[in-house]
């Protein structure tokens, strides 16, 4: 079973990083696609990123292309959300979903608790 923790949230500036993590304890973590979503207060959580499980294909939304990463450790039952140039706007609660399989950004099936991140002007 997939069970989803996300982690390295917190307050930062305009122009500012974060990284951001979701560990797996699962055995299988390494076969599913992952994405990161994020909502922001009283919006619709929306796509972020994905990940393929192999890690050689990459998605990202046109608002955070150029300035966020993701990337992944299946040794370490690992995803990581690397945020650049963060703004304002990207503030929002983020979370971490997976999926056996190919991506399919409509239709992942496990998810994590979230981890908030405020970015400040």
């Known amino acids: 079973q997939v069970q989803l923790v996300e982690s390295g949230g917190g307050l930062v500036q305009a122009g500012g990083s974060l990284r951001l993590s979701c560990a797996d304890s699962?055995?299988?973590?390494?076969?599913?696609?992952v994405g990161w979503f994020r909502q922001a207060p009283g919006k619709e959580r929306k796509f972020v990123a994905a990940?393929?499980?192999?890690?050689?294909?990459?998605y990202y939304a046109d608002s955070v292309k150029g300035r966020f990463t993701i990337s992944r450790d299946n040794a370490k039952n690992m995803v990581y959300l690397q945020m650049n140039s963060l703004k304002p706007e990207d503030t929002a609660v983020y979370y971490c979903a997976a999926r056996s399989g190919d991506i399919d950004i409509k239709k992942f099936d496990y998810w994590g608790q979230g981890t908030q991140v405020y970015v400040s002007s």
């Open positions: 699962g055995r299988t973590f390494s076969t599913y696609a």
């Open positions: 990940i393929s499980w192999s890690g050689d294909r990459l």
